[in-house]
């Protein structure tokens, strides 16, 4: 007990000495709207359709440079995700120096206001931010309709403005929507959700958060320190995943895993909890499957289930979590966190290589290094962190949708692949390219050259990048840092699976290959793919393997081949009992998969132990080749 409170107390010390205690202000209600001077039908330079983070770095960004420009919203108070979704716990961009990747204008929002802010001051800052710039006109509760268009080009839009019908026509529009509405609108493609994998229905879960009273914070601070610090002392105690300062905590992992949901399509995790100036603790824990992001009714739906839902949670907590014994409930945020939907298809996509092998475009924008968190979809499916890069940059290209002239598109939907966009999607990330927007618009608008053709003229881009760095944006051309698995002989099998959303390297990048599989990862794997292959080829006749785990290399060429040479397995598919009696031998195996260049002399010169557990690398090289024949 002795040492307990000599941690205890340093524990103490060093919080009152880095942070102060925060002052309880009473909760002030919205501010009043922005009365914009627009008149129904005018027009102007630049249209900035949602009042997101990122839209509103970008009419702030234009403005700045002497651009007038309308700025739209359906909300009565501007911030979205952040406001209205009450996201308040910032997913960071540091980079390999420890550097702010993500400046600029997010730079100015996170020096005044910080991580884990207040709700309350975030909507007054950011209606103060948009009003001080003369160049904007503000719209609030005005809903984007439909866009209005001159063969390919976007030339306005049409809104429901206080219940009546308006149209505003702009000689550049910037699509700031969370689902890219205005893009999708005019004929702009995509993808949603996992479908640019082969896996139509995953889209990843949304969260509501919601807000508590009564929460010990002293206590939370001490358990949570205490938590992690005890698990560097002994390994196998406490929770490394936990942590707390004097206004954000993380952790209750342990706890939370023990909770069992009366709504079987959610799941309760280890919490982001943040402390607000009127008292309360805002949590970022509950996931909602089954949640349509592109229906209103079903997430309407989905935000009265989380309602439903957290009073058992409440008891909970106030039995499992320390310091919640008297935890009440406030209210809940007035949005739902939806984290994808749309993904538009842009000049150019980012991919989760580009993200993972660290690379810089030409064309850089905006820099980012979050890690690829790919949140579960379901409630057996926990979710992955693909891995960490070191830095990469988000080029101009992946904002300049295909198919819709003068249009770009900022958030969570621009041009990135689905994984990719695990890491792209966060905030600060947004609002570095919302603000790059903002500049392009200027730029297309005084030397009077449409977005396509700024993604072809380098010197273009580079005056753009120019002004962005006057700003204070942080653009440096870099070398890429080379990650060490691409020296692996298995890294190109690696790639292949880790685009099908099949392979994770976490948060160290260790994706295990030299090490044997686990049970049932083989034959798991090898039915992802089968499934990929069968919907891009239904006519493929392939079929999915019934198997316990694949315990050797033998056993893993024999399901390969049978996979490749059965067409009218039961419906059931094949057992592992049919591959070892009735199935083809491996000599037999090794030369069909010799043959349709599956099996390479690469793969093969590590197969010398036909009895061993394959290796990850051999099984993710030769799942790799048998996908790419296949397709």
């Known amino acids: 007990m002795r040492y307990k409170a000599v941690i205890i107390i340093v524990l103490c010390l060093s919080a009152l000495s880095n942070s102060a205690c925060s002052t309880t202000q009473p909760v002030q ?25 990122e839209g509103i770095a970008a009419a702030v960004s234009a403005a700045r440079n002497g651009v007038k420009t309308l700025l739209i919203e359906e909300d009565p108070v501007l911030g979205g995700l952040m406001t209205q979704g009450r996201l308040n716990f910032l997913d960071m961009n540091y980079g390999p120096q420890k550097e702010l990747l993500t400046r600029g204008i997010f730079q100015e929002f996170y020096e005044d206001l910080g991580n884990a802010f207040d709700i309350e001051e975030a909507k007054r800052y950011f209606l103060q931010l948009v009003q001080k710039e003369p160049n904007i006109t503000l719209l609030l509760r005005t809903k984007f309709l439909a866009p209005i268009m001159q063969e390919t080009t976007l030339v306005g839009v049409e809104v429901n403005e206080n219940g009546k019908v308006s149209k505003y026509y702009g000689q550049r529009i910037i699509d700031a929507t969370t689902d890219a509405d205005v893009a999708f609108a005019a004929g702009a493609p995509c993808t949603v959700g996992a479908e640019d994998y082969g896996q139509k229905d995953r889209i990843m879960g949304v969260t509501l958060v919601f807000s508590v009273k009564g929460v010990n914070w002293p206590y939370v601070f001490l358990y949570n320190n205490y938590n992690r610090l005890i698990s560097k002392i002994k390994p196998g105690w406490g929770d490394p995943a936990a942590g707390a300062t004097w206004k954000v905590a993380w952790g209750y992992g342990p706890q939370a895993l023990e909770y069992k949901p009366h709504d079987p399509a959610m799941r309760f995790r280890g919490p982001n909890l943040a402390r607000q100036k009127d008292g309360s603790v805002l949590l970022n824990a509950l996931l909602i499957f089954g949640v349509d992001g592109l229906d209103s009714a079903s997430k309407a739906a989905g935000l009265e289930r989380g309602k439903k839902e957290i009073p058992y949670i409440l008891e909970f907590m106030r039995s499992r979590f320390p310091g919640f014994k008297k935890v009440e409930l406030v209210d809940t945020a007035p949005q739902l966190y939806v984290r994808e939907t749309r993904h538009i298809r842009g000049e150019y996509r980012l991919t989760i290589d580009d993200v993972l092998e660290n690379r810089d475009q030409w064309d850089r924008i905006a820099l980012g290094s979050y890690p690829v968190d790919i949140q579960p979809a379901g409630p057996e499916d926990l979710g992955n962190v693909i891995g960490k890069p070191a830095l990469y940059s988000v080029p101009f290209r992946s904002i300049v949708p295909q198919k819709v002239d003068q249009l770009l598109v900022v958030g969570r939907s621009a041009s990135y692949d689905s994984l990719a966009a695990g890491s792209a999607r966060v905030l600060p990330v947004g609002m570095a390219v919302g603000e790059a927007a903002g500049v392009a618009a200027a730029f297309s608008l005084d030397k009077d050259i449409g977005f396509r053709a700024i993604c072809g003229l380098r010197d273009a881009v580079h005056d753009i990048q120019e002004t ?57 794997y090898l039915n992802y793919i089968i499934k990929a292959i069968r919907q891009a080829n239904p006519q493929s006749g392939l079929q999915l393997v019934q198997a316990g785990e694949i315990a050797a290399n033998s056993q893993l060429l024999i399901c390969l081949a049978e996979a490749l040479t059965v ?25 069909l998969l010799r043959q349709k260049g599956i099996l390479t002399p690469e793969i093969e010169s590590r197969l010398t132990k036909m009895e061993e557990r394959p290796a990850y690398g051999v099984l993710y090289s030769l799942l790799a080749r048998f996908y790419e024949e296949a397709v």
């Open 567 to 591: 067409k009218n397995a039961s419906a059931d598919g094949l057992s592992a009992a049919d591959i070892h009696t009735e199935g083809i031998n491996v000599p037999e195996a090794q030369a």
């Open 29 to 53: 209600p919205d501010p009043p709207p922005a009365q914009g001077d627009a008149a129904v039908g005018s027009s102007f330079p630049l249209i900035v359709v949602g009042g997101e983070p």
């Open 468 to 524: 962005l760095g006057q700003q204070g944006a942080n653009l440096p051309a870099f070398d890429s840092p080379r990650p060490d698995v691409m020296d692996h002989w298995a890294y190109p099998g690696l790639k292949v699976m880790r685009k099908l959303g099949l392979a994770a390297g976490g948060y160290t990048n260790d994706y295990r290959l030299d090490q044997g599989v686990q049970s049932w990862d083989a034959v798991n």
